[in-house]
Nanobody, 113 residues
């Protein structure tokens, strides 16, 4: 199973994006899910996670700006990103939390004026 993230793009600082994640063969409601990102030259890092019961956690760098959510009915996960900063520029991925699946392609988020 491989999850695909989409919804990235180019946005100005202070802007917003909503990322989505979908994948056939995985029932999202059975797993804790996570959003991860990797900037050039950096290791992949956890951005946000959500447990099966809906408890969320966030990296300090995105707290109060990003919101992770799950939609079990549509078998999808989302990451709402507000007040974006240039340092949020990265390729964003979704996976289980902790990651157990093969990584998908990710979606590029570029924050630049």
């Amino acid at each position: 199973v491989q999850l695909q993230a989409y919804g990235g793009g180019l946005v100005q600082p202070g802007g917003s994006l909503r990322l989505s994640c979908a994948g056939a063969g995985l029932f999202f409601g059975s797993y804790a899910m996570g959003w991860y990102r990797q900037a050039p030259g950096n290791e992949r890092e956890l951005v946000a996670s959500i447990t099966k019961s809906g408890t969320t956690t966030y990296a300090d760098s995105v707290k109060d700006r990003f919101t992770i959510s799950g939609d079990n009915a549509k078998n999808a996960a989302h990451l709402q990103m507000n007040s974006l900063k240039p340092e949020d520029t990265a390729v964003y991925y979704c996976n289980t939390f902790p990651p157990t699946l093969q990584w998908g392609k990710g979606t590029q988020v570029t924050v630049s004026s």
